[in-house]
Structures are given as C-alpha cells and as structure tokens.
C-alpha cells in the first residue's frame, strides 16, 4: 500500500505551510494539509491558536476575514507550496469567529459576512480547494480549557472542567437569544450558503461545540452539542456539499457510541474528514489524552470508518504535549499520525 490511498488516509491541520513544515509533514507520510486562517492582522478569530514562534522566511499563512478574502491566486499559490513536497492542500479548516458572528446573532454586518463567504467560497472552488470547515460556535462565552494535567509519562494535556468556568458570557452581547432563534438563523445561514457551494465544487464541513452536551452557557444555547442537531443540521438544506468535520472527541466527550455515530453518518455520506482524537472523562469534567487511550477503541472506529466506505482524511487534534516539543506540538502530532496509519492499515486488512 502507498501513503496516498484511495480510502482513509492522514493529514494535518496547520497554521503555516512554510517550507520547514511541508517538509516535516511529507517525511512523516502524511499527504494532505488544512491550513487554519488568522484574522487580518495576526489574530485567531477566536477558533485556532497561532503559534508565532512558528515564522520563517518561507512562512505562507491565510489571513482571513469579511474585508480580506483571499484570491484565486493566493490560494493557488499555496496549494502549489503544497504540491512541491508532494503533499495536497484539502482545504481552509475552519472559519473563525469574526467571519460569522454576525450571522449567527442576526446582526448588523451579517450582510457583509454572507457576501465574503460566498465570494471565499467561489474562489477556493477555482483555486481546486474542495474543503471549508467552520465551527459555528459564539465567541467568549466560555473557554474550550480550562487547565491542563499530567498523563502518561508525565505528557501534559488540556482540560475542561465546568466548575471552574467564571464569568462565562460574550461581552459583545447586549441580550440573551433562544434556541429557535440561533436555529432560524442557521437555517438561513445554509439556504443562502449552500447553492454557492454546490455550484462552486466546495464542501462545507461543520463542527461540534467543544466541550458539546452543555445545553447554555451564559445566556446562549450551544446549537451543536449532541447527535440530534447533526442529524437536524444534515437534514434542514439537504446538500452532498454538505457535511461533518466528524470530531470523534467530541462525540465520546457527550458520551455518544462513537462506533455507532460513524455508522450512521458515514452510511449516511455525511462524513466530509474526521478530527480523530479521544479524551477521558465527559463534557463537564475531561481531559485530552493520546490517541491510543481515552473512552473509545480506536481500532474499532477506523474499522467503522473503512467498512463504511468512508474515503477521506483523518487528522490528529489537541494532541498532548511531549518532552521537548514545540508549541506546534512535532513530536505529539508525529506520534499520532504514526499510529493512526498504522490503524488504517490495520483496518484495511
């Protein structure tokens, strides 16, 4: 078997593609790469966490917002970085906050977001980029970690625990909002989104609410909190552009069958790429862990993956922290991708 398959194979989520990190990436035999965008200016959008200790002279990186969208030529430009050293850019990861929020609260500028997606979305299509994730969480109302803790060897590993979240709420809010209310504007959201993407060629991916089964927090529902909102969520605009970034921590953090949650939308083809990553513990109380621990066996969900036909990218993700490793976490990331192509050979067999 070659590293690049037909069925399940394994990439990685970036914030640069710098000649430094392609490299690293192709020698660990991974062959496709998401890039997460930063805010104009350097900033996360309030979903990833740049690293600037990352910065090289080769640095590529993809600012991203309503008044900054990228060009065709810019994103083919980096996917041609990509192809260089061998390895396919599959797409942007993830939408930061500040390319939705308005949306999501029906605000004024909602106007503005709509357009640049939809324009974000024409030009991936004729730059050949197939992906776009986004996250469709609300901003500052409570954080995805609350600490960390030692695991094996002394590895280090974020964790959540509700108890000790404070002063939860989004300053930028001036009421709270019901559940039907943010569903109405979801909906809304993905009729006006969604021919876009279909006629440019793109596939929207959709994440749950990390840490998910928490109803409200702060005065605002968490829409993507359990299995039924993706059923609701794959059902309201019926699309093949549309699909799950299938986060499996998620779902064994709100404590869901994982082998039966890959079933279903993978019989489905509801699957679009998967975070394959696990915790110990539930969403009030858990803690990140290596993939090859946590509350799910592993093996059995890429078995799941692959009898259900699934041909598409797993990636590692909130990978524990190793002695002498980046900020990126190299050493972390090196060892999960290891393992998860070792399953998907496993699995294949």
């Known amino acids: 078997m070659s590293d690049r398959d037909d069925g399940v194979r394994v990439g990685f989520r970036t914030n640069t593609l710098s000649d430094e990190r392609l490299q690293y990436i192709r020698q660990l035999g991974v062959t496709d790469v998401f890039i997460n965008p930063t805010e104009p200016g350097g900033g996360t959008g309030g979903d990833v966490f740049v690293d600037e200790s990352d910065r090289t002279e080769t640095d590529r990186r993809l600012p991203l917002g309503p008044e900054d969208v990228p060009s065709v030529a810019y994103l083919e430009e980096l996917g041609d970085a990509c192809a260089e050293y061998g390895v396919d850019l599959a797409g942007i990861h993830t939408l930061g906050y500040n390319c939705y929020g308005d949306i999501k609260f029906d605000r004024e500028g909602r106007d503005e977001q709509i357009a640049a997606i939809k324009q974000l979305l024409r030009n991936m299509g004729e730059a050949g980029l197939p992906i776009l994730g986004y996250q469709w969480n609300p901003r500052g109302v409570v954080p995805m970690r609350t600490g960390t803790v030692p695991i094996r060897g002394d590895a280090e590993a974020t964790s959540f625990d509700l108890d000790d979240v404070e002063n939860a709420g989004d300053p930028a809010l001036d009421r709270e909002y019901t559940e039907d209310e943010l569903w109405e504007n979801y909906e809304r959201f993905l009729e006006e989104i969604l021919p876009v993407a279909e006629a440019a060629g793109v596939t929207l991916a959709l994440h749950p609410i990390d840490p998910p089964s928490i109803e409200e927090i702060g005065g605002i529902p968490r829409l993507f909190r359990n299995v039924e909102s993706f059923r609701r969520a794959m059902r309201t605009v019926p699309s093949d552009n549309h699909g799950l970034k299938l986060c499996l921590g ?93 399953l998907t050979r496993v699995a294949d067999d």
């Open 250 to 342: 998620c779902f064994s953090e709100m404590g869901a069958d994982v082998v039966d949650v890959v079933r279903e939308f993978g019989e489905a083809g509801d699957i679009t790429f998967v975070h394959f990553r696990d915790v110990e513990g539930l969403a009030e109380s858990f803690n990140e862990t290596f993939v090859d621990c946590g509350n799910y066996d592993e093996l059995e969900v890429m078995r799941s993956l692959v009898d259900g036909g699934f041909e598409g990218i797993v990636i590692p993700d909130h990978v524990p922290t190793v002695r002498d490793d980046t900020d990126w976490g190299h050493r972390g990331r090196g060892f999960t991708a290891g393992y998860l192509r070792g």
